[in-house]
């Protein structure tokens, strides 16, 4: 059974600069959130995410990227529109990363119904930096853009729920 609430997940390291930026976006989105909306930080790692996800409708993951874009760029990638460009991923720390649990899922048709990507473009991902002002510039910005998110899948639930009754 798919679960009726917004699955966010902010994945990264707090202790490699930029690449924490997704676990600060569910951080703060705890304080924020509530009712259909669920947080969780995690550390990337594909195995658990494909688990966390399982049995969600809507998933949106946060992650920092490196593509080579301007810091503080926020990249949006929809899932079953299109995949996440192989520029993105060049710097995984993970094993099992992210774009390779989106394929593996897919595969075992284990994806929610609907996975959306935020990813932050980071400056500096050392050991022991802090965020960058850019990267830290761009958590309110994707916050709000996953609430508006959040608030239209819930509609959309409500409105789909409407119609079969």
């Not at 990337?44 to 992650?63: M, Q, T, Y």
């Amino acid at each position: 059974m798919r679960s009726s609430q917004v699955l966010v997940i902010g994945i990264g390291n707090d202790y490699a600069g930029d690449d924490a930026v997704g676990r600060i976006v569910a951080r703060r989105m705890t304080a924020l959130s509530g009712g259909n909306i669920r947080v969780i930080e995690e550390s990337g790692e594909g195995a658990a995410l494909i688990e966390l996800w399982k049995g969600a409708e809507v998933a949106i993951v946060i992650d920092a990227v490196s593509s080579g874009g301007a810091p503080g760029t926020i990249h949006r990638f929809d899932t079953a529109v299109q995949p996440i460009p192989a520029k993105f991923l060049h710097h995984s720390t993970h094993a099992f990363s992210l774009a390779e649990a989106i394929g593996l899922a897919r595969a075992l048709n284990q994806l929610p119904d609907k996975l959306v990507v935020y990813g932050i473009e980071g400056k500096n991902f050392e050991s022991g930096a802090d965020l960058s002002m850019e990267a830290d510039a761009a958590v309110d910005e994707v916050i709000g853009k996953i609430r508006e998110e959040a608030e239209y899948w819930n509609r959309e639930r409500s409105r789909r729920s409407n119609r079969l009754r």
